[in-house]
């Protein structure tokens, strides 16, 4: 039975995974959330943080919460990528663990894995191989914040009932996005770059990079179901389908395309009527990166929207944004 009233605490409540989270543990009928901006509550300071959770106490964390951008803001700015995201997770696992959280969701991403992993990449390819150089210090922050909870369960897990699981996510994409120009990931960007094109009836839009790439989208609703349905998993099915030290589970969509495939479904969905070029200069990064989500299939979780469905409504939030 669920406790509707348990004081959920969502860190990252106004970005695009957290306000998703938020919108779906709503939807079920939860009500007691404990939320503070960036400006309220700077995650990367210890003593802040201590202080939050001594006060405010909650039984549920979902950490949405991170320095999150594209291949450029992860290339130009690893210093940042690196510093903010280890700080965050590092102080929110351990003040939940001190104030008696016994349950919390960490958000990952896929780009933990190996550079050259086999494909599709499995839960066990962790730590088998050199990480992609241009999301690296992001990546090894991820890969922390793993451990971090891998580390709290196998020390605490007994002794103090701590429960705290990790969700590695795809590329997401969705309502809520970051259209920045240069930082945001390529969906968002390629929105904006051809709605302004098709404003402008530019007769082309550069892609960045070769164009053959391979990347795997999974739709934020999507990634919002999954994080609460990992949460609510059942104690015995979680660690059944798990290892104490191989703990965390892949979400994707079960498929992917070409940067070039998706550039023409973006230009499509869009309704630009030009060209389109592929600017080398700028970097590819990994070359494929599907994820093997049957750990989480298995346990009866899939993705509902498809590329098309949500590009459509990704480019409505664009609209709305601008
Ligand atoms: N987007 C993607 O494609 C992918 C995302 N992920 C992971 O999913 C999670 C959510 O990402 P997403 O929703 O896209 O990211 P967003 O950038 O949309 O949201 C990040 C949130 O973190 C908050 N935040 C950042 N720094 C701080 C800080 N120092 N103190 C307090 N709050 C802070 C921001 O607060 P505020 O709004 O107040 O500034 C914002 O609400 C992250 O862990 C990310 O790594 C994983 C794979 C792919
Ligand atoms: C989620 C994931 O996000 C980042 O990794 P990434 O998968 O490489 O993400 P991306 O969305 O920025 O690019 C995907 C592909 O698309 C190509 N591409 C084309 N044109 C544009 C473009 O205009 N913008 C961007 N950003 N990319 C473009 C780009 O060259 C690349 O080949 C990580 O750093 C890390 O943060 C992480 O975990």
Known sequence: MKNFSEKIYVAGHRGMVGSAIVRHLQQQGFTNFLTRTHQELDLTNQQAVATFFQKEKPTQVYLAAAKVGGIHANNTYPAEFIYENLMMEANIIHQ?????????????????????????????????????STNEPYAIAKIAGIKLCESYNRQYGQSHGIDYRSVMPTNLYGPGDNYHPENSHVIPALIRRFHEAKLANAPEVAIWGTGTPMREFLYVEDMASASVFVMDLDKETYEKNTTPMQSHINVGFGSDVTIKELALEVGQSIGYQGQITFDTSKPDGTPRKLMDSSRLQKMGWNAKVSLKEGLKIAYQDFLLKI
Do not use: N
């Open 96 to 132: 939940a663990f001190l104030h008696g959280v016994q349950k919390l969701l960490f958000l990952g991403s896929s780009c933990i894995y190996p550079r050259l992993a086999p494909q599709p990449m499995s839960e066990s390819d962790l730590l088998t191989g050199k990480l992609e």
